[in-house]
DNA sequence: ATACTTATATTCTCCGACAAAAAACACGCG
DNA sequence: CGCGTGTTTTTTGTCGGAGAATATAAGTAT
């Protein structure tokens, strides 16, 4: 497995299970609290010091996490004034550490909706990419990732691991360093839905067909046909989405 | 203060004229050395005590400047190791922050052709969209920026602004938070591409006419023909770039 | 009422010390 | 010699305290 394909599956690449320092969870709690709107944009947090007791730490370990949340753009410090959030507008909404955060609580509706806007436009057009530019080792990856999908189903975490490798996979065989990116910001979104989609035990559409559609498109070389396939891919997930949101 | 961040104060926010704290300094410097290539992805930065003797300030905020790198994924500590750089995959290529480090140096050719690329798969989209989502208001502030931009042209500081007012109400009119946060990645990528071409004075082609007929089309609620024109624009853009870029 | 000065709250910066982690090393044992 | 084991050492992680800088708020004089 390449690191481009970790990224996407947004493993760590070393797959230790070694205790974070305090920085680092202060700054993910208070970023939880911020996206998810229990800070509203506009409004000042608690001092650096409050936020340390409330948190059994030091003020040196909280201006670190601020720091971190500032340079996602999320908040912003001023002397006298104190620490206020930003508005919506000025966040990252593509930095997948802030689209993990989000998904800590229900996104809003018009917000997965931009998300799957954006794959109708992003994702057809790099399956047709990578029909064109693919290499045979590109393919053998995608061969084998289908495969343990295949055998696996969705509903299971080692098909949904296939599914993702197999995702990263063609955006790899795309060669173009941006749309991996992009697609590891996606993919973090991505991930969220699959998992709500079976935690609600919805039994959606298992799409290995079309899976199995779109690496024999790629294979072929026929951009159009798997820009077509992915369209499909992509609209399915979108109507389980749906179905999952509305109770 | 480089030459780069000239022309994005420039085009920034007026009142900018605040000192910044030290650790963003930092923070900064250290950044564009690690995207610029100075400190390659593996090896390991000068120790904090070093680095901080070095830039003649504490600990502390070589620390928090540290924190703010390691918030963007561009650096990893851990003890007795020391900080290293990350491998470039695990970059989010899409922070305008980063894209505006990187472009302190002339970036590699592979990612000037994925940036168009992308643009090539976003941005005709992202027109479609307009046309058919757009508001009065929104078309409104379109024009008034495309009357800008033909007074002005694109050659004075002006003119460029009222460029990217004119896409950012574009974007704004596809009603899609995503695409608004993707394209303000693009646009740090754009206003360096711009400086770049006008800095050599290669004189490239003045697209007002072209910015005319995308207007019409949106304004038409005309989505095919606004995605053509898009396309034509940013291929304009892509033989300027790379007539600059030869030499 | 306006302009200027002062007070005040908050972040910003610095310092020095100790704790914790992980690699490197030394050592003993089979 | 090879191998586990404990020790050393280096580097980041955490802490508490202190003063400086800054921008609002309040007060004062004209």
């Known amino acids: 497995m390449t690191v481009i394909e970790k990224v996407q599956k947004g ?24 996206v998810t709107g229990e800070f509203e944009p506009g409004s000042v947090l608690p001092g650096e010091i409050e936020i340390a ?14 720091r971190m949340l500032s340079a996602r753009g999320l908040i912003e410090s001023k002397p006298k004034i104190g620490t206020r959030v930003r508005a919506r507008e000025l966040w990252n909404l593509l930095d997948p550490t802030l689209l993990e955060w989000m998904f800590e609580a229900a996104p809003p509706p018009h917000f997965v909706r931009s998300l799957f806007e954006l794959r109708l436009i992003v994702e057809p057009a790099a399956a047709e990419l990578a029909a064109r530019k ?3 080792r590109q ?3 995608m061969g084998h990732a289908l495969e343990e999908m295949a055998k696996h189903t969705l509903s299971k975490p080692e098909g949904q691991l296939a599914d993702q490798e197999f995702h990263a ?4 065989a795309t060669d173009n360093e941006m749309l991996v990116s992009l697609s590891a910001s996606i993919g973090a979104a991505v991930r969220w839905t699959t998992y709500f989609k079976f ?16 690496f024999e498109a790629i294979a072929d070389g ?6 077509a396939v992915t369209i499909k891919l ?14």
Not at 13 to 18: C, D, G, I, L, M
Not at 53 to 66: F, G, K, M, N, P
Not at 234 to 247: G, K, S
């Open 199 to 214: 935690r609600n035990n919805k039994k959606p559409h298992d799409p290995i067909e079309e899976h199995r559609a779109l």
């Open 139 to 141: 393919l053998a990856s």
């Open 234 to 247: 992509i609209e399915q997930a979108e109507r389980d989405t749906q179905r999952v949101l509305e109770q």
């Open 169 to 172: 996979a063609i955006l790899e």
């Open 222 to 227: 026929d951009g159009e046909r798997a820009r």
């Open 11 to 34: 493993l760590s690449v070393a797959n230790t299970k070694k205790r974070e320092p305090s920085h680092t969870t202060i700054s993910r709690t208070l970023g939880v609290a911020i």
């Open 53 to 66: 007791e409330s948190y059994s730490v030091s003020r040196s370990v909280v201006r670190e996490a601020l």
């Open 134 to 136: 693919k290499t045979a």
